[in-house]
């Protein structure tokens, strides 16, 4: 039993850390992404200012909200479901830039965690932010780079495709083994709950082919569309801020 309990806690631990570890990671990429293209646009506003660190809180808020709202899909087990908080991350993303999407993901995640708490043993949530975030990230870094409508369009069709080929290979090769070791239940268990609702999943890749693929591919179509449909009569508000401080001469921040 002492020997259980001990691997238990280390399991855990492990998983803190590496959770820990790719979020780093993550802010990093988005930061340094940020700041080349700024470089390269010559824009000298700051990657973070006050304006945008309040708008973050919001969107952050709304995104939790969002997060508390999940729907089953029929070609999914029940532990996979459709939820709709990658809108206000990815319209945060398309008005502040990349490190804003990153951090409305991760501040979604902890207020969540504070209205609802966990029945996954936080791998759902560091599922969500992950997947959220390689999303996110690479379209906001794409449209940052010209933004037109097309180049939105653009932006959301690869950052759909990326978000789907990665979440199938994260859930695959960490996120399915990690869960089962965590729960202490076998990953033949899980294929089999998989197996019921489609006799095609047979084991663990056929399991995130034909479920969590479609899936994302669901979740990145639907939120893009939706933040196609309202972003531009939103964006005029979030940017009104930053335009009257460019206008008196003024872009500056209190955070690079």
Do not use: Q
Request: proline content about 4%.
């Amino acid at each position: 039993m002492n020997n259980g309990l001990w691997t238990s806690v280390v399991d855990n631990a492990v998983f803190v850390l590496v959770s820990a570890g790719i979020a780093a990671v993550l802010f990093l990429a988005a930061y340094a992404a940020e700041k080349w293209i700024k470089k390269k646009n010559a824009d000298t506003e700051r990657v973070l200012n006050t304006r945008k660190i309040a708008m973050i809180g919001v969107f952050s808020a709304i995104a939790a909200v969002l997060m508390l709202f999940e729907f089953p899909v029929p070609f999914a087990p029940f532990f996979y479901e459709l939820d709709f908080s990658e809108i206000p991350a990815l319209i945060g993303a398309f008005a502040f830039g990349p490190v804003a999407g990153v951090m409305i993901e991760f501040c979604k995640i902890l207020l969540k965690l504070f209205m609802k708490g966990t029945s996954t043993a936080f791998v759902g949530d560091l599922a969500n932010f992950v997947i959220g975030c390689s999303f996110i990230l690479p379209a906001s870094v794409i449209y940052m780079f010209k933004k037109t409508k097309m180049n939105a369009i653009l932006a959301t069709i690869a950052g759909t495709l990326i978000m789907t080929v990665f979440g199938t290979m994260f859930n695959a090769v960490y996120l399915l083994p990690t869960f089962a070791t965590l729960f202490g239940m076998p990953l033949e268990a899980i294929v089999g709950i998989g197996t019921e609702i489609n006799s095609h999943i047979t084991d663990v890749t056929t399991l995130v082919v034909f479920a969590v693929a479609p899936l994302n591919l669901l979740k990145g179509g639907s939120v893009s569309l939706v933040t196609m449909l309202i972003y531009k009569k939103l964006s005029p508000i979030l940017k009104e801020g930053t335009i009257k401080k460019k206008a008196g001469g003024y872009a500056g921040g209190t955070v690079d």
